[in-house]
């Protein structure tokens, strides 16, 4: 592997004691798109969190695009180059805001300048156009709000998507039309994705490698190729794999 994108060496997060990410490690190329499941519980969200600056890190580093990080402190740098998209399109956008207003923001915390072609192309690059431009989030389905999400995101003009979970609160003919936009987005622009979902067809569908994690460990690192073939080294993957719905590809 060239110089990964992420690398993340032994890294712990506990809360009161409790070890929710117990010493992971993980390389993650520039441009690779890598999927993160595990059952509930398991730490993928931390991971996740943890990563972006969301929840602190005990012990261990992070490296991202050869810049180090610890604890939770992230800077502007940081932020421009990692964006992340989170599952509920509800919570993550305040809902008496314009969406307008809810991409001029991002834009303005970093010194972007051309703010209106930015946001007509952001809404063009998400399937909405500018009709969407004045509406308020409130005034939005699950579907349209989860693409302001992702344009909020990609209006940065970032290197690496944080997913954690990003269609699985939307329905499952929306959910295919989000995981289309992003990995078109992927491709248009060479992002790195880190996805977390509990759902193995996405991750097979959208990812190139993975990680398989409980409790707070990773288990196996295997990659789509042997996920299709089913040559896992843990039965634990194989259940996961069984109670994952509509898992139905074959070999
Ligand atoms: N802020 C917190 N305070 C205390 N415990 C936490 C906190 N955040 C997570 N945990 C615990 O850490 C463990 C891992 O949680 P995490 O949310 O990362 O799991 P997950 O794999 O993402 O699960 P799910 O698929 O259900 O979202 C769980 O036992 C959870 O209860």
Redesign the pocket.
């Known amino acids: 592997m060239t110089v990964p994108a992420l690398s993340i060496r032994d890294m712990l997060v506990t809360?009161?004691g409790?070890r929710?990410?117990d010493e992971v490690s993980l390389d993650i190329a520039a441009g690779e798109s890598f999927g993160i499941v595990?059952?509930?519980?398991?730490?993928?969200?931390?991971?996740l969190?943890a990563v972006a600056g969301l929840?602190r890190f005990d012990s261990g580093t992070l490296t991202v695009n050869g810049r180090s990080f610890t604890g939770h402190k992230r800077d502007h740098e940081f932020y421009r180059t990692v964006q992340m998209v989170f599952q509920d399109p509800y919570g993550s956008l305040h809902p008496r805001q314009t969406v307008d207003r809810l991409l001029l923001e991002p834009l303005a915390i970093h010194g972007f300048a051309d703010t209106e072609t930015r946001i007509a192309r952001a809404l063009d690059e998400v399937g909405l156009g500018s009709g969407f431009r004045f509406r308020f989030s409130h005034q939005l389905s699950g579907g349209q709000r989860q693409r302001i999400a992702v344009a909020r995101a990609l209006i940065v003009e970032p290197k690496v998507l944080l997913l954690d979970?990003p269609t699985s609160a939307l329905d499952a003919s929306i959910q295919a039309e989000i995981l289309n936009l992003l990995e078109q987005a992927r491709r248009d622009r060479g992002l790195t994705f880190v996805m977390?979902s509990?759902d193995l067809a996405v991750i097979s569908h959208m990812c190139e490698r993975l990680a398989v994690?409980k409790t707070?460990k990773v288990v196996e690192a295997l990659d789509v190729a042997q996920l299709r073939s089913r040559e896992f080294s843990t039965d634990y993957t194989r259940q996961l794999l069984t109670a994952s719905e509509g898992f139905v590809r074959e070999a």
Do not use: P
């Not at 595990?38 to 991971?47: A, D, I, N, R, Y």
């Open positions: 809360f009161s409790f929710a990410l595990g059952e509930s519980g398991s730490g993928k969200s931390t991971l969190r929840n979970e977390v509990h994690m707070g």
